[in-house]
């Protein structure tokens, strides 16, 4: 059973596209998250909800847009798209706070041409 | 100044030698501390947690965290192949709702 579970695993699509990546989590975890994880393996946060709640919303484009619609469902929307955005999109779970670190799902490796 | 730092390496170490990875950090008021494996192409994947000075160990691999110093580090005895990867490093305050990570260290452990 996977615990974090990002579809789809590969997007491949033209610039201007709009697209989605979808997460679901089954660990009754009350936190999750969307990094960006670039060419260079740096992991950037996007995103946090708690339970449904958005509490962090870092600077990134207007064009990305998260959804929560129940505490285990997280998903990305991302309009416009850019030759830029391409990168590893993850989704992470984790009990509410940090203190015991996160569970990350298998990514989606976007890219855009 | 960054404020999780880490030799982004590669770091190469013999097989059955000890890799020591570090990372500091710039917060003081830092109480969880992380380290993540991370496979080409896979996602990172926690393995070691420490809030505490001093040691914790688990299995081959052993965390060490010095708040004064502000740094923490990880030892992997008795290195194998399977134990190449980049290792991340990542810290929180216990009131955040976000870890603030390392950029890794690639580690390649040589037959």
Redesign the interface.
């Known amino acids: 059973d996977t615990a974090v579970s990002q579809t789809p695993k590969y997007l491949v699509t033209q610039m201007g596209n709009d697209k989605s990546i979808k997460c679901e989590q089954n660990l009754g975890h009350d936190t999750m998250y969307w990094y960006k994880q670039d060419s260079k393996k740096f992991l950037k946060i996007m995103f946090s909800y708690n339970n449904k709640e958005l509490i962090i919303n870092e600077t990134v484009p207007n064009r990305f847009s998260p959804k929560s619609p129940d505490k285990a469902h997280l998903n990305l929307h991302i309009n416009s798209l850019e030759l830029g955005d391409s990168a590893v999109y993850f989704c992470a779970s984790s009990p509410q706070g940090t203190v015991y670190g996160y569970t990350f799902g298998s990514g989606t490796r976007l890219t855009v041409v | 100044q960054k404020e999780v730092e880490q030799n982004s390496g590669p770091l190469s170490v013999p097989e059955g030698a000890i890799a020591s990875l570090n990372c500091t950090y710039s917060d003081r008021g830092s109480q969880?501390f992380?380290w993540?494996r991370?496979y080409s192409g896979?996602?990172?994947?926690?393995i070691m947690?420490i809030?505490s000075n001093g040691d914790k160990e688990d299995g081959r691999f052993t965390a060490q965290l010095n708040k004064a110093s502000q740094y923490v580090s990880l030892l992997i005895r008795d290195s194998q192949p399977s134990d190449s990867a980049?290792y991340?490093c990542?810290v929180?305050?216990?009131?955040?709702?976000?870890?603030i990570?390392g950029?890794?260290t690639k580690l390649i452990i040589k037959p």
């Open positions: 969880s992380f993540y991370q896979k996602s990172p994947e926690l947690s809030y980049t991340l990542a929180s305050r216990d009131s955040n709702y976000q870890l990570w950029a890794g």
